[in-house]
DNA sequence: CTGAAAGCGCTTACAG
DNA sequence: CTGAAAGCGCTTACAG
């Protein structure tokens, strides 16, 4: 066919509104351009960033985005994620709850790639915390602050972990105390719930795994006199939505979430087309200072 | 075949770990089991228990949900529409951009459910706004409240202009004066730049598009040391993440969110199934009292 | 280079 | 009721 027809069938087929059926290429290839993205929790701000990085490049990419949750259900999670793979290229999985075990069964079929959980042999993606909580920590110590408390995530939560982990060498690497209060719900109430603990413990400066627990202690901390950061100086992680406008505003702890969504997903292509792994950025998480952290009380 | 030996093919073939093949099935019925769901800014919190509500129903009717971003962007929102189209079974356009015209194309392909945006001829979910916002300003009036503002939101927002008239008509019905402020960005900082014009009306209790601009007014006012709510009484709508965490706590109108999201997708399921349309439940949306209104000062 | 044929894995209408 | 065949709309390997 010369190029002159060629062009003229492509004008008719324009004109007539043809589509090629992407379920006759699917059935064919065996490739279906569709990637699943599984969270635990679309009502958590965090992933709102995360799904929206790995939205943008999907969809540069010629990729359709399948969107499913497990409301923190591991039955939900493995159910809704073998139902989607029989549909899909790969899955992307964003902390899931599930064992080891059940992830590696889903990546014999597809492949997968792995967000904010670490597990060997699987890609995985985990933002890179240690730089900006030194820098978190350093801060509290030049603010004369000795004593910290970390108010932890629920127990079932690797980040949660991580991040105490590397908090606690932080701390002691500056010869600060620090003690680990949890676990708790990541919600306001469970930093609500936690006031109590929190003044028990002397800590002048507290971590919370994450910034809506943060806020919540804050809540509750005012409701009991206590004012931050005066009193009471408080961090939180993931700079959700908000963060900015509560009163005092959070400092915080902030993950590349949009850039991990986009990671994720340029490295579940790669997978799918057989290619070599991409180059991968950094993945740093930020220090963002703001007004929720004073210097101790004398 | 007798029950017999298909149990005996249903066991092997689970052994073996068959799926049927989504996409064979998907050529041979011309239906694919699968749902777009287009939203312009997923990082709104708004729509993550739309989101939610629609993926927990679809999942239900073993339906699989795509999602998709316009970034606020029409062209952006038919282009991914488009390339969505060939793939799904039909779509929910949440808040649209685009004008009719362009929504009425996407519906001569596929069933389409608009939610959030009045058209005519399409099946459409918008909350039933007016008895919450007659309560709202019963309570404002309550308060001893005279002179009212509405902070609007985009001039391109459907759902901006309809608050703003029901509204209207219920402050006038109570003898109120009510000016409008706008259009803003529906930002914390459209909140925040308002500030100045709220001020200079006169007005002693605003309600703002939504509750972003609702806490940006807030901390606006707060840094000018006019504070809410003895100065101004502030109420927003949605009842975002973190209404109920910030000081004040704000007093908002929630709309039934999650309900949207799942009456959608019955109504779509059902016009691609060609039933007739489902039960539609009242959608009522709702006021919710709390912290960032009080009485007028003398 | 061009064009006809086979085949992806299902569903469905039809013959036996 | 059972089973073989046709066909959904593509891609790809192959014959001409």
Redesign the interface.
Known sequence: MNAQTEKRIRDIAAEL?Y??????R??QTGR?R?IAIMVSD??N?VY??L??GA??IS?VEGY??????S?DSREQEVR?VE?????VDGVILVAPRVDDAAIRAIAEQKPVVVVNRAIDGLPVFISHDEPAIALAVEHLHGLGHRSLAYLSGPSASWASAHRGEVLDRAAKQRGMDIVELGPNSAT?DGGRDAVETVRTSGATAVIAYND?MA??LI?AA?DRGVVVPYDLSVIGFDD???A????PALTTVRGPLSAMGRAAVERLIADVDGAGPPDEAPLASEFVLRASTGPVRA
Chains 1, 2 share one sequence.
């Open positions: 509104g589509r090629i059926n992407p379920m006759a699917a059935l279906t569709m679309i009502t701000p709102a960033d799904i929206r939205e943008s969809t359709t985005l399948v969107f499913a949750e409301h809704s139902r989607l793979v029989p549909a306001a809506i806020m919540g809540a005012r959700v939505f908000g900015d406008i509560v009163n």
